[in-house]
């Protein structure tokens, strides 16, 4: 049966309109006549939803739409019916293979990580996949018995007993096995430093006196060390399934990104969970045919060849016989030292921090890089690894495995032959050797790619614009400036440096009047001094200002707060909905940016998408960026600044009159005397400043990102310094006074000045020398990057937003974790003083979340007036 509509109506008619309902409506019930007959379980509208959604999805049940509680309610009330006997049957099996049998943990801590030996991973088969059982040869002793576990945990690195792991807190192999130890340490810092649930400890906050103490400690280590461990064994794994199977399949000749994801919930037809995790063992099969001695670089058959002379002095390839092999491997056992002191590639390590040299890792990686891989072929195994092969094959001769022929027939082989893409590995080489690799380089997306083959598929995609692939240089180094007296001569001399990053603004923004980053200081200035005219012209403009942020912040903390059951008590995200909203209502109002109470709504950005777009393109412009994530963060940002300027260019228009907007304004006024916009007085005060378009757009798009998200979290940190006693009490004080003076108020800006010194925004701020520059510390080149370290902020706004916050006579901390911020001290940014966690678990350079309790009366206060008691 189909529903349809017998009489059509164009829009506007409105005759039309009882009959089409009419008949809609009579085919809807007809619908539900035949589900009742069919389904007589399905008599109401939320149960026919229920089974529409079920056979549209039917890997995932949305259990809003209560199609099993639908299912009950008719088993219960027709257990006779034929039909009620099989539902019963599939509901029973649903519920029962909803879960895991038997299950596939359990809780406790000899359940939380896999043993370095692999046993565990299953709790109901321990031993399957642990190393040291008969799967396949890698003991020298027994060739039956697999001395590795059959997991992808990284063994190399974190052994595979626990003896050998008790050891590894820092170990050395190879350089892939450093990077990954360096990114376990990493990790583990991260792990420590975020302490998301409170669970670890100051180990110098435990007395010495305490008995456990060393228990603790040793529990905590081992906690923080397996976790980190996880991670990075996931780390690993990812590597393998973006960057390795990439570059097998030839993924990146199409320009694909995909990557097989194996950690996502998957659900078989009948919507069992497919299970996983339960444990594995690598077949003899598998060791047998996946062999890689056939794709052996020049390079690396070259090295092998040195070895082996070295070895085997004065033997042919030919006379060396497998026992005088197992005599040499055990010499070179007896005498290998102890793993801090390993070492390999001529590499030696630093004897004060036991480290090796950053650009000779990256040198053995970028020139392993540059070298081919031989090809999967019949006789492509190096000569001189003869005596491998033949090990190989007694050895499977010996277990009476099929020759590679019979296994040819029953398993078709795959000749790989591409490059990678979406690289983790890349995000590896960037974190663990910082400085060495470049982050729009081939060496770095593409390690497994030698450069010519990569540079041809990038010419082939057209998108050899993205990529360079000449080996980079190491990245020249910055000089920090700390001093006050140093910093104010860099900040005050506008001819010998230019904004730190102008390349970046160069890519978003052409032209002048971007003063915030220009690559002319001198013309910079006088923009922003032009810009602050027009800003602050005349006192009711400031006074208009700092009301609006007392007003603003208010505002949205009665409106954006939640109350507490009989209790006078609200709660409120100031960080969310408070602090982030106010500065991007301000600039939205100024410039006619269009905000809208909903994605769906009419209008350019919601609050939150506008912080967001700004953020990111402040976070491009002026912050230290990982460069794993720059490549993606300027090309989106590239896209918004676009959209962005075409709104400020069309606001700015219509305010000319230039538009219908503008001219129905321009009448309205006219006719109702009414007065001017926040809008109209802003645009006509920065047209009068005689610039063109172009440039008017730039200033105000300068003013945009410069004075909001960066004021935000000025306003964030200031009320986080002051939020506890007994500070608050000497804010509250001022905030709420009956009459305040010029004292008051520069007392006030004194209390924003030394929360932004003991807790500033950010760092500071790069500059870049245009020609030679004394300085008294010396001579800087130049192009030299230096780091400025100083905080600054606009004080009078900031005192403002934290008058509305203070005029609540009661202002503390959300509950436990919720009133603070999440964030911790980042060390890997300059220009960064903290990073925040968010809501998806990413880190950023933005405050995202602290709650704050206040009660319903509040005092009224404003600027330049006393204040009053009042009861919202």
């Given at each position: 049966?189909?529903?349809?509509?017998?009489?059509?109506?164009?829009?506007?008619?409105?005759?039309?309109?009882?009959?089409?309902?009419?008949?809609?409506?009579?085919?809807?019930?007809?619908?539900?006549?035949?589900?009742?007959?069919?389904?007589?379980?399905?008599?109401?509208?939320?149960?026919?939803?229920?089974?529409?959604?079920?056979?549209?999805?039917?890997?995932?049940?949305?259990d809003?739409?209560?199609?099993m509680?639908?299912?009950?309610?008719?088993?219960?009330?027709n257990?006779?019916?034929?039909?009620a006997?099989?539902?019963?049957?599939?509901?029973?099996?649903?519920?029962?293979?909803?879960?895991?049998?038997?299950?596939?943990?359990?809780?406790?801590?000899?359940?939380?990580?896999?043993?370095?030996?692999?046993?565990?991973?299953?709790?109901?088969?321990?031993n399957?996949?642990?190393?040291?059982?008969?799967?396949?040869?890698t003991s020298?002793?027994?060739?039956?018995?697999?001395?590795?576990?059959?997991?992808?945990?990284?063994?190399?690195?974190?052994?595979?007993?626990?003896?050998?792991?008790?050891?590894?807190?820092?170990?050395?192999?190879?350089?892939?096995?450093?990077?990954?130890?360096?990114?376990?340490?990493?990790?583990?810092?991260?792990?420590?430093?975020?302490?998301?649930?409170?669970?670890?400890?100051?180990?110098?906050s435990?007395?010495?006196?305490?008995?456990?103490?060393?228990?603790?400690?040793?529990?905590?280590?081992?906690?923080i060390?397996q976790?980190?461990?996880?991670?990075?064994?996931g780390?690993?794994?990812s590597?393998?399934?973006?960057?390795?199977?990439s570059?097998?399949?030839?993924?990146v000749?199409?320009?694909?990104?995909?990557?097989?994801?194996?950690?996502?919930?998957?659900?078989?037809?009948?919507?069992?969970?497919?299970?996983?995790?339960?444990g594995?063992v690598?077949?003899?099969?598998?060791?047998?045919?996946?062999?890689?001695?056939?794709?052996?670089?020049?390079?690396?058959?070259?090295?092998?060849?040195?070895?082996?002379e070295?070895?085997?002095?004065?033997?042919?390839?030919?006379?060396?016989?497998?026992?005088?092999?197992?005599?040499?491997?055990k010499?070179?056992?007896?005498?290998?030292?102890?793993?801090?002191h390993?070492?390999?590639?001529?590499?030696?390590?630093?004897r004060?921090t036991?480290?090796?040299?950053?650009?000779?890792?990256?040198?053995?990686?970028?020139?392993a890089t540059?070298?081919?891989?031989?090809?999967?072929?019949?006789?492509g195994?190096?000569?001189?690894?003869?005596?491998?092969?033949?090990?190989?094959?007694e050895?499977?001769?010996?277990?009476?495995?099929?020759?590679?022929?019979?296994?040819?027939?029953?398993?078709?082989?795959?000749?790989?032959?591409?490059?990678?893409n979406?690289?983790?590995?890349?995000?590896?080489?960037?974190?663990?050797?910082?400085?060495?690799?470049?982050?729009?380089?081939?060496?770095?997306?593409?390690?497994l790619?030698?450069?010519?083959?990569?540079?041809?598929?990038?010419?082939?995609?057209?998108?050899?614009?993205l990529?360079?692939?000449?080996?980079a240089?190491?990245?020249?180094?910055?000089q920090?400036?700390?001093?006050?007296?140093?910093?104010?001569?860099?900040?005050?001399?506008?001819?010998?440096?230019?904004?730190?990053?102008?390349?970046?603004?160069?890519?978003?923004?052409?032209?002048?009047?971007?003063?915030i980053?220009?690559?002319?200081?001198?013309?910079?200035?006088?923009?922003?001094?032009?810009?602050?005219?027009?800003?602050?012209?005349?006192?009711?403009?400031?006074?208009?200002?700092?009301?609006?942020?007392?007003?603003?912040?208010?505002?949205?903390?009665?409106?954006?707060?939640?109350?507490?059951?009989?209790?006078?008590?609200?709660?409120?995200?100031?960080?969310?909905?408070?602090?982030?909203?106010?500065?991007i209502?301000?600039?939205?109002?100024?410039?006619?940016?269009?905000?809208?109470?909903?994605?769906d709504?009419?209008?350019?950005?919601?609050p939150?998408?506008?912080f967001?777009v700004?953020?990111?393109?402040?976070?491009?412009l002026?912050?230290?960026?990982g460069?794993e994530?720059?490549?993606?963060?300027?090309?989106?940002?590239?896209?918004?600044?676009?959209k962005?300027?075409?709104?400020?260019?069309?606001?700015?228009?219509?305010?000319?009159?230039?538009?219908?907007?503008?001219?129905?304004?321009?009448?309205?006024?006219?006719?109702?005397?009414?007065a001017?916009?926040?809008?109209?007085?802003?645009?006509?005060?920065?047209?009068?400043?005689?610039?063109?378009?172009?440039?008017?757009?730039?200033?105000?798009?300068?003013?945009?990102?410069?004075?909001t998200?960066?004021?935000?979290?000025?306003?964030?940190?200031v009320?986080?310094?002051?939020l506890?006693?007994?500070?608050?009490?000497?804010v509250q004080?001022?905030?709420s006074?009956?009459q305040r003076?010029?004292?008051?108020?520069?007392?006030?800006?004194g209390f924003?000045?030394?929360?932004?010194?003991?807790?500033?925004?950010?760092?500071?701020v790069?500059?870049?020398t245009v020609?030679?520059?004394?300085?008294?510390?010396?001579?800087?080149?130049?192009?030299?990057?230096?780091?400025?370290?100083?905080?600054?902020?606009?004080?009078?706004?900031?005192?403002?937003?934290?008058?509305?916050?203070?005029?609540?006579?009661?202002?503390?901390?959300?509950?436990?974790?919720?009133?603070?911020?999440?964030?911790?001290?980042?060390?890997?940014a300059?220009?960064?003083t903290?990073?925040?966690?968010?809501?998806?678990?990413?880190?950023s350079?933005?405050?995202?979340?602290?709650?704050?309790?206040?009660?319903?009366?509040?005092?009224?206060?404003?600027?330049?007036?006393?204040?009053?008691?009042?009861?919202?």
């Amino acid at each position: 049966m189909s529903i349809s509509r017998t009489n059509s109506m164009s829009v506007g008619d409105a005759s039309g309109a009882p009959a089409v309902a009419s008949s809609t409506m009579k085919g809807f019930q007809e619908f539900r006549e035949q589900i009742k007959k069919h389904l007589p379980f399905a008599s109401d509208l939320s149960t026919i939803e229920s089974i529409i959604d079920g056979i549209k999805h039917l890997n995932s049940v949305d259990d809003r739409k209560m199609l099993m509680e639908h299912i009950m309610v008719y088993l219960s009330q027709n257990a006779s019916h034929p039909m009620a006997q099989k539902l019963e049957t599939a509901v029973v099996q649903l519920l029962y293979n909803d879960l895991p049998h038997p299950a596939i943990t359990s809780i406790g801590p000899q359940y939380a990580y896999r043993a370095a030996d692999g046993s565990n991973n299953n709790p109901s088969a321990p031993n399957l996949g642990k190393a040291g059982t008969p799967v396949f040869r890698t003991s020298h002793k027994d060739v039956s018995i697999n001395d590795t576990s059959s997991y992808i945990d990284l063994a190399p690195l974190y052994g595979h007993t626990q003896e050998a792991q008790d050891k590894i807190r820092v170990r050395n192999v190879c350089v892939l096995l450093v990077l990954f130890n360096r990114n376990h340490n990493y990790i583990a810092h991260k792990l420590l430093e975020l302490n998301e649930r409170g669970t670890y400890v100051d180990p110098n906050s435990i007395p010495t006196s305490d008995p456990a103490r060393a228990d603790k400690l040793l529990a905590q280590e081992e906690d923080i060390f397996q976790t980190a461990r996880l991670i990075n064994c996931g780390w690993f794994a990812s590597v393998v399934f973006s960057d390795y199977f990439s570059a097998i399949l030839g993924l990146v000749r199409e320009g694909s990104n995909w990557a097989l994801d194996p950690f996502e919930e998957m659900r078989n037809i009948d919507h069992s969970l497919f299970e996983r995790g339960r444990g594995n063992v690598c077949s003899v099969e598998f060791n047998c045919l996946y062999r890689w001695h056939a794709t052996t670089s020049e390079a690396d058959e070259q090295w092998v060849q040195k070895l082996s002379e070295q070895l085997f002095p004065g033997r042919t390839v030919e006379s060396v016989t497998i026992e005088d092999f197992k005599q040499v491997a055990k010499t070179m056992m007896a005498k290998e030292p102890d793993v801090t002191h390993w070492t390999f590639g001529d590499l030696q390590r630093d004897r004060q921090t036991n480290k090796f040299d950053d650009k000779g890792l990256a040198n053995i990686l970028q020139t392993a890089t540059e070298h081919p891989a031989g090809a999967f072929k019949a006789r492509g195994t190096p000569y001189v690894m003869r005596l491998h092969e033949i090990m190989g094959i007694e050895q499977n001769r010996a277990w009476g495995v099929c020759s590679l022929n019979d296994f040819r027939k029953v398993y078709c082989q795959r000749d790989p032959d591409g490059p990678g893409n979406g690289s983790m590995l890349g995000r590896l080489l960037l974190r663990t050797l910082p400085g060495q690799y470049a982050s729009d380089n081939t060496y770095t997306w593409f390690p497994l790619m030698t450069p010519p083959a990569m540079e041809r598929i990038l010419n082939d995609l057209g998108t050899s614009g993205l990529y360079e692939t000449k080996r980079a240089g190491s990245a020249p180094s910055v000089q920090v400036l700390g001093t006050w007296q140093v910093v104010s001569q860099v900040l005050q001399d506008e001819g010998k440096f230019v904004a730190g990053f102008p390349e970046r603004a160069a890519k978003i923004v052409n032209g002048p009047g971007f003063f915030i980053a220009s690559n002319d200081p001198a013309g910079a200035a006088r923009e922003q001094r032009a810009m602050l005219n027009v800003l602050a012209g005349d006192p009711y403009t400031e006074t208009a200002t700092k009301r609006f942020f007392f007003e603003k912040t208010r505002e949205f903390m009665l409106r954006e707060s939640c109350s507490t059951v009989a209790s006078p008590v609200r709660s409120v995200d100031i960080v969310r909905n408070v602090f982030r909203a106010v500065p991007i209502y301000w600039v939205a109002e100024l410039t006619g940016i269009r905000l809208k109470s909903s994605a769906d709504a009419a209008g350019d950005y919601t609050p939150a998408e506008l912080f967001d777009v700004l953020a990111r393109i402040y976070t491009y412009l002026f912050l230290d960026i990982g460069a794993e994530h720059f490549t993606k963060l300027q090309k989106n940002v590239t896209a918004e600044v676009a959209k962005l300027k075409g709104i400020i260019r069309q606001r700015l228009g219509a305010s000319r009159g230039l538009s219908l907007a503008g001219l129905f304004e321009t009448v309205t006024q006219l006719f109702t005397k009414q007065a001017k916009s926040s809008q109209s007085v802003f645009a006509e005060r920065l047209h009068a400043l005689g610039y063109d378009a172009e440039t008017q757009c730039n200033l105000v798009f300068a003013l945009v990102v410069g004075a909001t998200v960066e004021l935000s979290q000025a306003m964030v940190n200031v009320l986080n310094f002051y939020l506890d006693p007994p500070r608050s009490a000497d804010v509250q004080k001022l905030a709420s006074r009956p009459q305040r003076d010029p004292k008051d108020e520069a007392q006030l800006q004194g209390f924003v000045l030394e929360a932004l010194r003991l807790d500033s925004t950010f760092r500071g701020v790069y500059r870049k020398t245009v020609d030679s520059v004394q300085m008294s510390q010396g001579t800087l080149p130049p192009q030299q990057r230096v780091f400025l370290d100083i905080a600054t902020a606009n004080t009078s706004i900031i005192v403002e937003a934290l008058r509305g916050v203070y005029s609540f006579p009661t202002i503390m901390r959300g509950p436990g974790l919720s009133g603070q911020l999440k964030r911790y001290k980042e060390d890997s940014a300059m220009t960064s003083t903290w990073s925040y966690l968010g809501p998806d678990q990413r880190l950023s350079p933005w405050a995202t979340s602290m709650v704050v309790q206040v009660t319903y009366g509040f005092y009224t206060v404003s600027p330049g007036r006393g204040a009053n008691r009042s009861v919202a």
